[in-house]
């Protein structure tokens, strides 16, 4: 928890185009891989050794929290490149490790860096909590389990005074935000069997995500499903509900999506930034909540369901192959330079128009995301309401770009454009 009293909220990071957003956007902790060894090693762009300290600068300037994921399987050849990664991770000053293997807990402890349990672990009940409290200061849920059971354990913590390594109680973290699938907490073998791509290493090839025909053996006649993607749940979103989660007792309130683009990041976050303010204010109301959910239905999802908070036996599938977002991006162009004095950011059109009125987004390494409606611009140095392909323009901007900015435009899903 935080020390305003407020729930902890943890953003994905793949890339530092999305742990700026995830910064920019109120989120009190973040987590992020390096190289093979987390959960999204294929997924995300994923950071190195090198980035570590960087990502702790950053972070530290904001009062964020750093949390480094090391939850797949560990082999024996991997140990030494666990042990070389951890005691990095500590000289940085990274604020906890995120694990599933006893290797990495056995080791973590030994170099006195704080762990937290990954949901890959598939923590249940009281119990079990009782026992990694030894090593352990939080720990994330199993997704299975419903809201009153998540209760139940944040109760017992307090009535039992359970504590970790650090003397403070226990905290419990959940899911709140992004992809599910049919695996028990992640725990899949579908990738594996079809593409010796192991899921459990990071390297999912998402085959569940997939159209599939059911076939009788026997007679060779097809079953008829109402849902052609009978593997790819929607995605799990609680804001609808963000007062109930609040109301079990849990810590820290998780957002999935480190393979997702720096965008979904920024919105997501805001989104559920704004939605835990109110909550506290006591101005959470299901008029904002519309709202909200018209927010982050504009990024990528598949659709969005309650996944098993609130007691639903069977899950809800996906109708669509990729994303069911009301918006999407276009690229148009790069940054090229900046000029502080007047505070102007010009860049390279490269493909489509732009118009005044449009909806711009600009995201970099340094900048993370940005974006607004563009109000006006000069093109080729004249004052014009237009820019085509090839063009140079000039926007007024409050923020710096660099090169390695990227500029696109906003437009509806179904959109048209030239």
């Known amino acids: 928890m935080t020390e305003s009293g407020k729930i902890e909220l943890m953003a994905p990071a793949g890339s530092f185009e999305s742990l700026q957003a995830a910064i920019a956007n109120g989120a009190d902790s973040v987590y992020f891989g390096v190289d093979q060894l987390n959960m999204r090693a294929r997924a995300s762009i994923n950071f190195t050794i090198e980035d570590l300290p960087e990502i702790v600068r950053r972070c530290e300037e904001r009062n964020v929290r750093t949390y480094l994921t090391l939850n797949t399987i560990i082999y024996d050849h991997d140990l030494t490149i666990i042990k070389t990664l951890l005691d990095a991770a500590k000289e ?12 990495v807990i056995s080791y973590a402890r030994q170099i006195g860096m704080e762990i937290h349990i990954s949901t890959q672990i598939n923590i249940t009940n009281i119990e079990t909590v009782k026992f990694y409290a030894m090593f352990a200061d939080t720990m994330v849920m199993s997704r299975e389990l419903s809201l009153r059971q998540v209760k139940k354990i944040c109760e017992q913590i307090e009535k039992e005074q359970i504590k970790g390594p650090g003397g403070e109680l226990v905290e419990i973290e959940i899911f709140g935000h992004g992809a599910l699938c049919m695996a028990v907490s992640g725990k899949c073998y579908m990738s594996l069997h079809a593409y010796n791509s192991s899921a459990n290493r990071g390297a999912c090839k998402q085959n569940c995500r997939k159209k599939y025909t059911v ?8 079953m008829e499903l109402d849902n052609e993607y009978i593997m790819s749940p929607k995605d799990l979103c609680t804001l609808d509900f963000l007062d109930q989660v609040i109301d079990t007792g849990i810590k820290v309130l998780k957002i999935e999506g480190r393979g997702r683009a720096p ?24 008029d904002k909540v519309k709202g909200w959910m018209t927010e982050l239905s504009k990024v990528y999802n598949r659709g969005f369901w309650s996944g098993y908070y609130l007691g ?8 669509v192959d990729g994303s069911k977002a009301t918006q999407k ?22 493909a489509f128009d732009l118009n005044v009125g449009d909806t711009i987004l600009i995201t970099g390494p340094t900048t993370g995301v940005e974006e607004f409606e563009l109000t006006e611009m000069m ?3 004249v004052v014009s309401e237009t820019a085509k392909k090839g063009d140079s323009v000039t926007i007024p901007l409050e923020f710096r770009i660099r090169p390695s900015d990227k500029l696109y435009k906003i437009v509806l899903t179904e959109e048209t454009v030239k």
């Open 312 to 319: 639903q036996k069977l899950g809800e599938w996906s109708d």
């Open 329 to 350: 991006k276009l690229y148009l162009g790069k940054g090229m330079h900046y000029f502080p004095k007047s505070k102007i950011g010009e860049f390279k059109i490269e």
């Open 379 to 381: 093109v080729n140095d």
């Open 92 to 103: 940085a000053n990274i604020t906890a490790v995120i694990v599933m293997d006893q290797a």
């Open 215 to 222: 076939i009788d053996q026997d007679t060779g006649i097809e």
């Open 263 to 286: 965008e979904y990041v920024a919105k997501v976050i805001a989104t559920y930034r704004e939605a835990i303010d109110a909550y506290y204010e006591g101005d959470f109301n299901q």
